[in-house]
């Protein structure tokens, strides 16, 4: 399912600048590594716990261990649409695709969602289907979103919940409208604090996203004047919970100086934002490339070395001169044409790479997750599987460690790995399993069955069936236990089953291998499998041995298993059948980089 891509044509009506941009500054553009996987390990200076909540000192945001961490995060947008809820659940179980961002090495959740929710709102666009999202079964928007933050809390991301917009119809200039006014917007922040009070996961709210034209900066008038409009609802945040970080988002013009929607930070030099709690302050600034709208700065002859004095001048300088920590909590290009490379490149190269500066840095959270962004695609491709490797890639630079204080208030335990994982039987369509019973200090719920990286199921006791399978295929399976506070176990051991037959044809296949990219801490590789029977396939499976201690980090196109350094990968759902002499192909990351080339074993069914 893919929802028509409307969803940010709206930054095209951007207001053209009225002045021309800043001095500019040299610039080298950098190459960015394409990986797949969580980037190599920045120095220790820069590793950080993220243990309870934040706050600031400067221009950096400090643990409440007063360890410095950096926000490198992932915007996954649909709470403020007419889903009421999180994209791509039509696809995809919620767990999984938090997994996936924790395993390509982002860190926080920026998670946007409408004052609508508030209203009892039913999510819609959810499946159900095999498994998917059983726990969400009856639940409204707000308590979904507590299952979202609850599990991204129990891996150890953060979430920044972001007041996209007053309802699900459109982005509003203002905070208010004449449908939900000021005092609706405060109360439904305030109600958000409380709900996520001792819920460390959570470690802040965007007041408001966008504010434009006439939203202005310092200007005094209280009906227009965003500064005034977001100490109101800051303070009115921190005095149900102090321990937040308030998130402040620029306007589009200052002093007819005029950016991208959100982006202008020039009013804080002489109108800063003042709260009622120090340290709790963090400006946030949007900037895009030329598939949103064009803008002058990307037609001077200069660019792209003309971009850090544009970005300095709106936003940047208060990060350098000390200010305040700075979010840049959305940029992001469908990255088509050779402008919008060279300017992600650019922006990636501004906001300082983790491997040098830590997390004296700025923080960031891409846009986005979703592939159904009209203006800007995502990190995943259409199918909401798939990575787009390549644009994942421009931002390895600047991912940062994950955070190992853990979150969601209350139980932070995990249960135990689920042991003795073992096929009790087969048929020529399912497989059965049993294991033994994992503990928990507060009680197992249920457990996860995953077929290779593909969640079969979820069951209550210790055994499972996993049906519709196909004959005489080998299949990879693994079990993790959690616990009611969305708590999930590492991993059992992996244990493999064939179903029984001979599978539904004669045809038989061949594998081919090439190495896509390699940066010396990981790679990319590609894998294409062709039909070399006389019948379609109806499903197939590589495998093969690595000659080295190579690991997977992530695959798309493909479910897979490894033990030891064997590797199995099975065909996605939508491409097991290959027609006669025709081809697929899968791809994967993986770590470290200069593997030798493997002998791939290809068999159909």
Known sequence: MRHPPSFRVRRALVALLTAAVAALVPFTVVVPARAAAAPSSPSPAAAASGAGYWHTEGRRILDAQNQPVRMAGINWFGFETSNYVAHGLWSRDYKSMIDQMKTLGYNTIRLPYSDDIFKGTQPNGISYANGLNSDLQGLNSLQVMDKIVGYAGSTGLKVVLDRHRPDSSAQSALWYTSAVPEATWIADLKALAARYQGNTAVIGIDLH??????????????????????????????????????????????NGQSTWWGGNLAGVATAPVRLSVANRLVYSAHDYATSVAQQPWFSDPSFPANMPGVWDKYWGYVFKQNIAPVWLGEFGTTLQSTIDQKWLAALVDYLRPTNTYGADSFNWTFWSWNPNSGDTGGI?????????????????????????????????????????????????????????????????????????????????????????????????????ARDAAGNTSAASASV??????????????????????????????????????????????????????????????????QVGRTVTANNADHNGAIAAGASTAFGFGATPGGAGTPVLNCRAG
């Open 496 to 561: 493999t089953a064939t179903t029984a037959g001979t599978g539904g044809g004669s045809s038989g296949c061949n594998a081919t291998y090439k190495v896509s990219s390699d940066w010396g801490s990981g790679f990319n590789a590609d894998v294409t499998v062709t039909n070399t029977g006389s019948s379609t396939t109806k499903s197939w499976q590589v495998t093969w041995e690595w000659p080295g201690g190579q690991t997977i980090s992530a695959m798309w196109n493909a479910s897979y298993g």
């Open 209 to 254: 996203n966008e504010p434009h034209d006439p939203a202005c900066w310092g200007c005094g008038d209280t009906s227009t004047d965003w500064r005034l409009a977001a100490e109101r609802a800051g303070n009115a945040v921190l005095s149900v919970n102090p321990s937040l970080l308030i998130f402040v988002e620029g306007v589009q013009t200052v």
């Open 380 to 480: 995943l491709k259409d199918d909401w599987q798939t990575v787009d490797t390549v644009k994942d890639g421009y931002l390895a630079a600047v991912k940062a460690p994950g955070f190992t204080g853990g979150g969601g208030g209350g139980d932070t335990t995990a249960p135990s790995a689920p042991t003795g994982l073992a096929v009790t039987g087969t048929t020529t369509s399912s497989v059965s399993l049993s294991w033994k019973a994992s503990t928990d200090d507060t009680g197992v719920t249920g457990y996860d069955v995953y077929r290779g990286s593909v969640k079969a199921g979820e069951a209550t006791g210790t055994t499972f069936t996993d049906t519709g399978l196909t004959a005489g295929t080998r299949y990879d399976y693994t079990v993790r």
